[in-house]
């Protein structure tokens, strides 16, 4: 079992930057895949990015590729996402997940980014 919870969401200029921490609960934080998706007011959630359990790989979306970056501290049972750039579009509640093998077995509680122009 692993519990997430998600902070450092707000508000902020277009262009401007956050950084979202996940921290995570359990001793096998660094056997998880992690990853962070958003989800829209009347969309799906989106995928946005994700890293292997040794940080050694991640993952983007197409649309945030190039302006995020997500990373880990498994010594911290923690994991980022450092977002530059900000455009309205990415105004979202952002949600940190895990999994063994593709991270979406345990999921946070959300924090909500607001992107104003």
């Known amino acids: 079992q692993v519990q997430l919870v998600e902070s450092g969401g707000g508000l902020v200029q277009a262009g401007g930057s956050l950084r979202l921490s996940c921290a995570a609960s359990?001793?096998?934080?660094?056997?998880?895949?992690m990853g962070w998706f958003r989800q829209a007011p009347g969309k799906e959630r989106e995928f946005v990015a994700a890293i292997s359990w040794s940080g050694g790989s991640t993952y983007y979306a197409d649309s945030v590729k190039g302006r995020f970056t997500i990373s880990r501290d498994n010594a911290k049972n923690t994991v980022y996402l450092q977002m530059n750039s900000l455009k309205p579009e990415d105004t979202a509640v952002y949600y940190c997940a895990a999994g063994l093998s593709s991270p979406d077995d345990y999921w946070g509680q959300g924090t909500q980014v607001t992107v104003s122009s």
């Open positions: 359990g001793r096998t934080f660094s056997s998880y895949a």
